[in-house]
């Protein structure tokens, strides 16, 4: 039986500019710069900017 995985991006799920603000703030203080990295990316995928 094969899993299927459907592609995730957070930026789907965040409406408001506030709210996309705050991903992108926690992302920057998580304290692992490769996670605020992932977080520009997703963001840089919804915008079209990839």
């Not at 709210?19 to 490769?34: F, K």
């Amino acid at each position: 039986m094969a899993i299927e995985m459907k592609s995730y991006n957070p930026f789907d799920y965040l409406e408001t500019k506030d709210e996309i603000n705050d991903y992108l703030n926690n992302a920057y203080m998580d304290g692992y710069p490769r996670v605020f990295l992932f977080a520009l990316g997703y963001l840089s995928k919804i915008t079209g900017n990839d």
